[in-house]
């Protein structure tokens, strides 16, 4: 069994900057990709960025330039570092972990831009 658990969620003002952070812990023998998906509410979950093991990232095209991701191999850790905040990036940001055979998801962790 694998656990992801999500930190580093909550209210920011519109240009301001959060850091998520994503840990995954349990029978993980090697992870292909971790990623970060989110959820505005009445829509569907789309992808953030997403970081493979050899470090190659991608992006979705709307955070492209403020938002990084970067990963810690030797911890099973995934980051993701959010700048220049809107209030359409508001939504339920989740980690996703992409093993050999399965992907695990994490709970989700809320993130609001608002002034």
């Known amino acids: 069994q694998v656990q992801v658990v999500e930190s580093g969620g909550g209210l920011v003002q519109p240009g301001g900057s959060l850091r998520l952070s994503c840990a995954a812990s349990?029978?993980?023998?090697?992870?292909?990709?971790m990623g970060w998906y989110r959820q505005a509410r009445g829509k569907q979950r789309e992808l953030v960025a997403r970081?493979?093991?050899?470090?190659?990232?991608n992006y979705a095209d709307s955070v492209k330039g403020r938002f990084f991701i970067s990963r810690d191999n030797a911890k099973n850790m995934v980051y993701l570092q959010m700048n220049s905040l809107k209030p359409e990036d508001t939504g339920v940001y989740y980690c996703?972990?992409?093993?050999?055979?399965?992907?695990?998801w994490g709970q989700g962790i809320q993130v609001t831009v608002s002034s």
């Open positions: 349990g029978s993980i023998s090697s992870i292909y990709s």
């Open positions: 996703n972990v992409v093993l050999r055979f399965d992907t695990y």
């Open positions: 970081i493979t093991g050899a470090g190659s990232a």
